[in-house]
Each structure stands twice: as structure tokens, then as C-alpha cells.
Nanobody, 120 residues
């Protein structure tokens, strides 16, 4: 059974930091691209950051460049999102996402999300 379980969300003041974690199970984690998305109230889901499976190449939304860092530990089947200098506009539900192709079949998995609220 495939599972992506996010943790680390919460309430933080502007300028603060949080570290999100996503623990994966039920699939070959090291073969999948891992992404973090977010969805703010009344808005669509947007890609925040992504990291490739083996080479660890990363990409970021312009709105978070220089503040957020995505990383992965293939030995622990976990992907992280370090969020620094948080702003109120970073408030959203953050979702972990896995994308891969196994035996020619495209696969996409989602976690249940974790709430991040940036407010004083």
C-alpha cells in the first residue's frame, strides 16, 4: 500500500522557519521524482519545489527561491522541505507528491497534506 505521510506543519510567525517531512512507503522511493505542492484558501494547487530521483537536481517556484530548500534521503525514504523567512503568503496546505514511471506506466501519488500558517 502506497503511503506519503507529511509532518512538520504548524503555526509560525513571519520570518520564522519550519521543516516539513514526507515519509514514503509502498513504492520504490529512489526511482521517483519528489515534489512539494501547496494550496492556499481559494487558490489552485501550485508546485513549490521538486527534486529528481537519483541526481538530486532541484527546482523551485520563483516565490520561494532563496528561502526554501528541498532535499531527500533515499535511505530513509523521506523528502524534506526546509522553509525559512516565512511570509504570510506562504500560508497553505502543503502536499507531498511522487511521480514516476514503472514498467512503462506513469504513476503519481499524493499525501494527505499538512497545514502551514504564517501569522503574528
Amino acid at each position: 500500500q502506497v503511503q506519503l505521510v507529511e509532518s512538520g506543519g504548524g503555526l509560525v510567525q513571519p520570518g520564522g522557519s519550519l521543516r516539513l517531512s514526507c515519509a514514503a512507503s509502498g513504492f520504490t522511493f529512489s526511482s521517483f521524482v519528489m515534489n512539494w505542492y501547496r494550496q492556499a484558501p481559494g487558490k489552485g494547487r501550485e508546485l513549490v519545489a521538486g527534486i529528481t530521483s537519483s541526481s538530486g537536481i532541484t527546482n523551485y517556484a520563483d516565490s520561494v527561491k532563496g528561502r526554501f530548500t528541498i532535499s531527500r534521503d533515499n535511505a530513509k525514504n523521506t523528502v524534506y522541505l526546509q522553509m525559512n523567512s516565512l511570509k504570510p503568503e506562504d500560508t497553505a496546505v502543503y502536499y507531498c507528491n511522487a511521480v514516476g514511471v514503472i514498467a512503462g506506466k506513469p504513476l503519481r501519488y499524493w499525501g494527505q497534506g499538512t497545514q502551514v500558517t504564517v501569522s503574528s
